[in-house]
């Protein structure tokens, strides 16, 4: 199993980006995102069930990032909108057949369940 992530790059604050990350070897019931900036934990961003009908967010992320995936392709992409100095990180792509969270106080916290990760691909942003 790879997971190869592409598309980081230097974007201005407010700006867009889209990252996309390609599997090989099987389909996964879920496909995530995670990031780690510099100085801190590698952090969950966004999930997404097998079917796309299911999502889940880091409430940061709410309303700028959704994802999306093409099971025919192996595929799910990022789309990162109105982005802050603050999305900066190394953003990877991850995969597993359970997602395991929990939601307190209508946040979602994610706890466990992706076994494959990919290399990373940097995100830049500038003001």
């Known amino acids: 199993v790879q997971l190869q992530a592409s598309g980081g790059g230097l974007v201005q604050v407010g700006g867009s980006l889209r990252l996309s990350c390609a599997a090989s070897?099987?389909?996964?019931?879920?496909l995530a995102w995670f990031r780690k900036a510099p100085g801190k934990e590698r952090e969950f961003v966004i999930a997404i069930s097998r079917s796309g009908n299911i999502t889940k967010y880091a409430d940061s992320v709410k309303g700028r990032f959704t994802i999306s995936r093409d099971n025919a392709k192996n595929t799910v992409d990022l789309q990162m909108n109105s982005l802050k100095s603050e999305d900066t990180g190394v953003y990877y792509c991850?995969?597993?057949?359970?997602?395991?969270?929990?939601?307190?106080?209508?946040?979602?916290?994610?706890?466990?369940?992706?076994?494959?990760w990919g290399k990373g691909t940097l995100v830049t942003v500038s003001s």
């Open positions: 070897g099987r389909t996964f019931n879920n």
């Open positions: 991850a995969a597993g057949d359970r997602l395991i969270g929990e939601i307190i106080s209508g946040s979602y916290y994610y706890r466990d369940g992706m076994d494959y």
